[in-house]
């Protein structure tokens, strides 16, 4: 399902809900551009720390431009597993202080528009966003934005405390304006704060009648709410909420994803991981140890389904997800069923690579087969066959051991011996033949043809 900025609000709390219900989730990301220079590039030859600067500098310089969301939540009565996928294309607002400069690269460029990427649509309806760490100033920006364009510049700063308080005064009264209640009591903190309110432009245009007693005032309308003009309804928008909701942008999502601590699973995660967190939550450290640190306070549990590949190559020969989604049906042989609610794409008949949503669908349904194949795997009982010290220390089995089809898996100790036996008598044997000795079994060429 694709959110765009028209639509995120509408569906943001249904959105929440399924984070909170899911078992785990799976994000992936298509961003700007892959890297500036060639020094810029990673390297096989990189250390940890060489590797995470050359990302975090990858990631700064560039924009993350389309994420996808998948949420999986596993029904234990029928086991099978429900996938909720969305795709959000983000791109900056042009509010106060959310504007933003980044490196767009031609390859990047002619990668995307191969899948069909609709640059055109990011740009006009991208859902804006901020970095949580900066909530706090994003809110004190708007209490400058509203009381600039509401109280009289002449006057003096009232204060952080001030201005929030008189903008939750004004969003108390737009509410009330607009329902059947003939009046509102509104209590303010100082004199100061009183005195700025009614020397605001805010107030002189509303038709009320104020009536004041210390610190408190009710206010009581002249005529009926649905008879104010439309200029004077807009005149009372857009609200501080309204304003906050729009800044924040889809970082209001990002932050119900730190608050839930779900198990986050990704593919060659650390570009994703990368952006993820340097867009939505907050800067890089100047370390890999101290970013480490931090990321883990926000995202505890993260898993990276190529990392769990590479451990099980005699499954996964190759790491990439699309190969590993094309394996994964002849491995998983309906141990692992998904279904999706009304509303979302049947994405098992999909192949639409390269769109977020899609492959953060499959990265995380890669995770939920690999995770059962990897149980059944553990779960099979061992070969009870003894080893010998040489074979202990090598870690591999002695030719004497690899028994016929019906061979007893658990020898008494005189077969052992036994056993062992034979085998040399066959390695004393295979050395007759390779040094010609054995006249008996040595190779016979008399009937090999002329070369």
């Not at 003894?386 to 690899?402: R, V, Y």
């Amino acid at each position: 399902m694709e959110i765009t900025s028209q639509s995120f609000h509408n569906h943001l709390p249904s959105i929440i809900s399924a984070i909170r219900a899911c078992d785990y989730y799976a994000i992936d990301t298509e961003y700007s551009g892959f890297s500036i220079a060639q020094k810029d590039k990673c390297s096989l030859y990189d250390d940890v720390e060489t590797r995470y600067q050359k990302i975090k500098f990858l990631c700064q310089n560039h924009l993350a431009w389309q994420i996808g969301l998948a949420l999986f939540k596993y029904d234990a009565g029928t086991g099978i597993y429900e996938c909720r996928a969305y795709s959000f294309p983000v791109f900056p607002g042009n509010e106060a202080k959310a504007n933003k400069s980044f490196i767009v690269t031609s390859n990047a460029l002619k990668f995307l528009e191969k899948y069909h990427f609709s640059f055109l649509k990011t740009i006009t309806e991208g859902i804006g966003f901020q970095q949580i760490a900066r909530e706090k100033e994003v809110l004190d920006n708007i209490d400058d934005f509203l009381l600039k364009k509401e109280m009289p510049i002449s006057m003096v700063n009232p204060g952080r405390e001030c201005r929030s308080e008189i903008s939750k005064i004004q969003e108390a009264i737009n509410d009330w304006l607009l329902k059947s209640e003939d009046s509102i009591t509104i209590e303010f903190s100082s004199k100061f704060a009183k005195t700025y309110f009614f020397e605001s432009d805010f107030f002189k245009h509303l038709n009320t009648t104020p009536q004041s007693k210390g610190l408190s005032t009710t206010l009581t309308k002249t005529h009926n709410a649905a008879n104010i003009s439309e200029p004077q309804k807009v005149m009372h928008k857009p609200s501080r909420e309204q304003l906050y909701k729009k800044q924040m942008g889809i970082s209001l999502l990002i932050s119900e994803l730190i608050q839930c601590k779900k198990p986050l699973i990704g593919h060659n995660f650390m570009y994703d991981l990368g952006f993820f967190y340097y867009q939505f939550v907050d800067d890089f450290s100047e370390s890999y140890g101290e970013f480490k640190k931090k990321l883990h306070e926000y995202f505890p549990v993260v898993y990276d389904t190529k990392i769990i590949a590479s451990f099980h190559r005699d499954m996964f020969p190759c790491t990439d997800l699309i190969t590993i989604i094309k394996r994964l049906p002849k491995l998983n042989k309906d141990l692992v069923k998904f279904t999706f609610p009304n509303g979302f794409a049947n994405l098992e008949e999909s192949d639409a690579v390269h769109d977020a949503g899609f492959d953060a669908y499959c990265t995380g349904k890669a995770f939920a087969i690999m995770a059962k194949l990897i149980e059944i795997e553990e779960t099979k009982a061992p070969l009870n066959v003894p080893k010998t010290k040489k074979e202990k220390s090598k870690g591999t089995h002695n030719k004497a051991f690899k028994y016929k089809e019906g061979t007893n898996i658990n020898p008494s100790e005189n077969s052992i011996k036994e056993l062992k036996k034979k085998a040399k008598k066959e390695r004393r044997q295979e050395r007759k033949i390779m040094n010609g000795t054995d006249s008996k079994s040595g190779p016979d060429y008399t009937n090999e043809p002329n070369k």
